[in-house]
């Protein structure tokens, strides 16, 4: 028995080309799109959004006027302190932190919260700090001003 009887096909079935011709399988006269209307011509049918003639959606919210919209959703950025224990710096403030590209520079202010380790001494001012931080950043040996 040789090897060729053993080898498994790769020839992968095409799809049905609609609209080809009766020999094709699939197509002819409607190519399975039925008999006239929006959906049986080329580049027929609705967009996603449409709504049947109703005002859309899009239509029927407020418009929002003013640079409002384009603020950052946070206006305060969380830093743990793990994140601070990587930073070069021994003074960490708010331009430190976005020197550094830990936040974003959109961001006005920033927060210090206690998760993750800081071993290193660091002084931080100008940024908040919950407790657990506080703590954390001095019993490493910093301080927070």
């Given at each position: 028995?040789s090897?060729?009887n053993?080898?498994?096909s790769?020839?992968?079935?095409?799809?049905?080309?609609?609209?080809?011709g009766?020999?094709s399988?699939?197509g002819?006269?409607?190519?399975?799109?039925?008999?006239?209307?929006?959906?049986?011509?080329?580049?027929?049918?609705?967009p996603?959004?449409?709504?049947?003639g109703q005002?859309?959606?899009?239509?029927?919210?407020?418009?929002?006027r003013g640079k409002?919209?384009?603020k950052?959703?946070?206006?305060?950025?969380?830093?743990?302190?793990?994140?601070?224990?990587?930073?070069?710096?021994?003074?960490?403030t708010?331009?430190?932190?976005?020197?550094?590209k830990?936040?974003?520079?959109?961001?006005k202010?920033?927060?210090?919260?206690?998760?993750?380790?800081?071993t290193?001494?660091v002084?931080?001012e100008?940024?908040?700090?919950t407790?657990?931080a506080?703590?954390?950043?001095?019993k490493?040996?910093g301080?927070?001003?």
């Open positions: 028995m090897l060729l053993k080898l498994s790769v020839r992968k079935s095409l799809p049905k080309r609609v609209g080809r009766y020999g399988g699939k002819g006269h409607n190519a399975g799109r039925g008999t006239k209307g929006q959906n049986s011509r080329q580049g027929g049918g609705v996603l959004w449409f709504e049947g005002l859309p959606l899009i239509k029927r919210m407020p418009m929002q409002s919209k384009l950052v959703v946070r206006p305060t950025a969380e830093i743990n302190l793990t994140e601070l224990h990587n930073i070069k710096a021994d003074t960490i708010l331009d430190t932190l976005k020197l550094e830990v936040i974003d520079a959109r961001f202010k920033a927060k210090i919260v206690a998760s993750g380790e800081i290193r001494k002084t931080v100008g940024i908040g700090v407790q657990g506080k703590a954390a950043i001095e490493a040996g301080k927070v001003v």
